[in-house]
């Protein structure tokens, strides 16, 4: 498992945390990030059941995850935040902002209403220790209710699966380093678990609406300075729903 | 004993304890149509006395009697099948908490002799938490299994009290001339319906030792654990 501080600034932060060696084989590999702001902590997609141990171990040591006061959930997917019973068990305070749409479904996981804060369908702003991040929709990428987060003074935008790559198990690269090189990984997840160009093009106008230094997808490796604009680019050129093969 | 190991036995048990509870839950489902019979051989029973006049009276009283066997068979089935589901929901509950303890056990291996900004407290009440769910659950499901075994008791009284029924019927069908003919066919029908109603609920009572013993087992290893740790 590798952690890393992605920002840091007086009392503002980035950690992030992937690359988990010790999982399972089945289990698809995720990053999870922890922004700090003035001592208060927000989780982003805290991932599943399965790595709940981990996730919280690691970044016990580097923060203490009593002040995590909020989990952001980009979408409904179990190796998103099948954990989250566990986070509230443990902090039966803890706010989870997620899509308005999956509140009745990720409840499932045997979360109750009052830990809930629905974010609708245009987004919104979460606010943490007087800090406040964007929420922006990516709505269909790949989830018909899904949420992207920018961070205005970090300038890290976290993408969800959205730029999302599934590596070879021996790949321990945090970031990008070649970007061509890349994109094999990166193809046929975007083409087979995404449906919709014309939400595709409407993230990739939002994105460009902001100054965006790191892009933070939930897989694989970050984006970093000018390979930001190249994936979006590559995105944008992309043929999304036409990976299987009986589509007509 | 590996805290993994016992998860594995753990979630065999809690399989067991599902798949017994579904079968009790099928060998029940089987009552229904019984009891529907039941129900349209008290009206047959019925017509036949009253088209045998003033020689039907004593025998009108026992349709009564067989209609009320019929309406205290399909409480009895109602009543069961809530019990049984919340016995499956309790213990597929079980089972999911079971899982988490066991993940804030590993959480707190991992966490052993490491340096962290995090107070050991923070994860030992998730973990508190869970126990006690864990204990409460155990609580409901053992007054549950209570409930159960007590509405599942008087069927075999009620079978008592059919093949009774039978009798008194066979008697006045023996006395009762040209119309002892259909109340000999009830009398008959029923016997039959009581034989059928007295081996389902032996088969009930059987799976019902069975649940019951693998429970007490599963709860047995998982107090064991609990106060282990």
Same mark, same amino acid.
């Given at each position: 498992?590798?952690?890393? @501080?992605?920002?840091?600034?007086?009392?503002?932060?980035?950690?992030?945390?992937?690359?988990?060696?010790?999982?399972?084989?089945? &289990?698809?590999?995720?990053?999870?990030?922890?922004?700090?702001?003035?001592?208060?902590?927000?989780?982003?997609?805290?991932?599943?059941?399965?790595?709940?141990?981990?996730?919280?171990?690691?970044?016990?040591?580097?923060?203490?995850? !009593?002040?995590?006061? !909020?989990? %952001? !959930?980009?979408?409904?997917?179990?190796?998103?935040?099948?954990?989250?019973?566990?986070?509230? @068990? !443990?902090?039966?305070?803890?706010?989870?902002?997620?899509?308005?749409?999956? &509140?009745?479904?990720?409840?499932?996981?045997? &979360?109750?209403?009052?830990?809930?804060?629905?974010?609708?369908?245009?987004?919104?702003?979460?606010?943490?220790?007087?800090?406040?991040?964007?929420?922006?929709?990516?709505?269909?990428?790949?989830?018909?209710?899904?949420?992207?987060?920018?961070?205005?003074?970090?300038?890290?935008?976290?993408?969800?699966?959205?730029?999302?790559?599934?590596?070879?198990?021996?790949?321990?690269?945090?970031?990008?380093?070649? %970007?061509?090189?890349?994109?094999?990984?990166?193809?046929?997840?975007?083409?087979?678990?995404?449906?919709?160009?014309?939400?595709?093009?409407?993230?990739?106008?939002?994105?460009?609406?902001?100054?965006?230094?790191?892009?933070?997808?939930?897989?694989?490796?970050?984006?970093?300075?000018?390979?930001?604009?190249? %994936?979006?680019?590559?995105?944008?050129?992309?043929?999304?729903?036409?990976?299987?093969?009986?589509?007509? | 004993?590996?805290?993994?190991?016992?998860?594995?036995?753990?979630?065999?048990?809690?399989?067991?304890?599902?798949?017994?509870?579904?079968?009790?839950?099928?060998?029940?489902?089987?009552?229904?149509?019984?009891?529907?019979?039941?129900?349209?051989?008290?009206?047959?029973?019925?017509?036949?006395?009253?088209?045998?006049?003033?020689?039907?009276?004593?025998?009108?009283?026992?349709?009564?009697?067989?209609?009320?066997?019929?309406?205290?068979?399909?409480?009895?089935?109602?009543?069961?099948?809530?019990?049984?589901?919340?016995?499956?929901?309790?213990?597929?509950?079980?089972?999911?908490?079971?899982?988490?303890?066991?993940?804030?056990?590993?959480?707190?291996?991992?966490?052993?002799?490491?340096?962290?900004?995090?107070?050991?407290?923070?994860?030992?009440?998730?973990?508190?938490?869970?126990?006690?769910?864990?204990?409460?659950?155990?609580?409901?499901?053992?007054?549950?299994?209570?409930?159960?075994?007590?509405?599942?008791?008087?069927?075999?009284?009620?079978?008592?009290?059919?093949?009774?029924?039978?009798?008194?019927?066979?008697?006045?069908?023996?006395?009762?001339?040209?119309?002892?003919?259909?109340?000999?066919?009830?009398?008959?029908?029923?016997?039959?319906?009581?034989?059928?109603?007295?081996?389902?609920?032996?088969?009930?009572?059987?799976?019902?030792?069975?649940?019951?013993?693998?429970?007490?087992?599963?709860?047995?290893?998982?107090?064991?654990?609990?106060?282990?740790?």
């Amino acid at each position: 498992m590798r952690v890393e @501080q992605l920002y840091k600034k007086n009392a503002h932060s980035w950690m992030v945390m992937g690359r988990d060696a010790e999982r399972r084989e089945e &289990v698809i590999d995720t990053n999870h990030y922890l922004i700090q702001n003035n001592g208060r902590g927000l989780l982003l997609d805290p991932g599943g059941v399965e790595n709940f141990s981990v996730v919280a171990a690691e970044f016990s040591k580097h923060f203490e995850l !009593a002040n995590v006061e !909020a989990i %952001f !959930a980009s979408h409904q997917d179990p190796d998103v935040i099948s954990s989250l019973p566990l986070w509230i @068990q !443990a902090n039966p305070n803890l706010i989870v902002y997620m899509p308005k749409i999956w &509140v009745s479904f990720i409840t499932h996981f045997g &979360v109750k209403l009052e830990n809930i804060r629905p974010i609708p369908d245009e987004g919104g702003v979460i606010t943490l220790g007087g800090h406040d991040l964007e929420v922006v929709p990516a709505h269909y990428l790949h989830s018909s209710g899904n949420l992207s987060v920018y961070d205005p003074q970090s300038k890290i935008f976290f993408s969800g699966d959205i730029g999302a790559a599934l590596l070879p198990d021996d790949s321990t690269d945090l970031f990008v380093t070649d %970007f061509d090189e890349h994109t094999q990984y990166m193809e046929y997840f975007h083409r087979r678990w995404m449906p919709s160009n014309t939400a595709k093009m409407r993230w990739i106008a939002e994105v460009r609406k902001r100054d965006v230094e790191m892009l933070c997808p939930q897989h694989g490796a970050i984006f970093k300075g000018k390979d930001v604009a190249r %994936f979006l680019s590559w995105f944008e050129n992309l043929d999304l729903g036409s990976a299987w093969s009986n589509v007509r | 004993m590996s805290g993994n190991l016992y998860t594995r036995r753990m979630g065999d048990e809690y399989n067991t304890i599902f798949r017994q509870c579904v079968s009790l839950n099928t060998e029940l489902h089987k009552l229904v149509p019984l009891a529907k019979q039941m129900h349209l051989l008290s009206s047959n029973a019925v017509s036949s006395a009253a088209r045998a006049g003033s020689e039907g009276d004593a025998f009108r009283v026992l349709t009564q009697d067989i209609q009320l066997l019929g309406d205290e068979v399909s409480d009895c089935i109602d009543d069961t099948q809530k019990v049984i589901g919340e016995i499956v929901r309790l213990a597929s509950h079980l089972a999911k908490l079971f899982s988490n303890y066991m993940i804030y056990v590993d959480l707190q291996d991992r966490l052993d002799g490491s340096s962290t900004k995090t107070s050991d407290k923070f994860f030992d009440q998730g973990q508190k938490l869970v126990a006690e769910e864990l204990r409460s659950n155990n609580y409901k499901l053992s007054r549950s299994l209570g409930s159960l075994t007590n509405l599942l008791s008087p069927i075999a009284i009620l079978v008592k009290k059919g093949e009774y029924l039978a009798v008194c019927s066979s008697v006045e069908a023996a006395s009762a001339g040209e119309h002892g003919v259909s109340f000999e066919a009830v009398s008959s029908m029923l016997r039959e319906l009581v034989g059928q109603l007295g081996l389902q609920s032996a088969r009930q009572r059987s799976l019902l030792r069975d649940l019951t013993e693998a429970m007490e087992k599963q709860q047995n290893n998982q107090g064991k654990l609990l106060y282990a740790r």
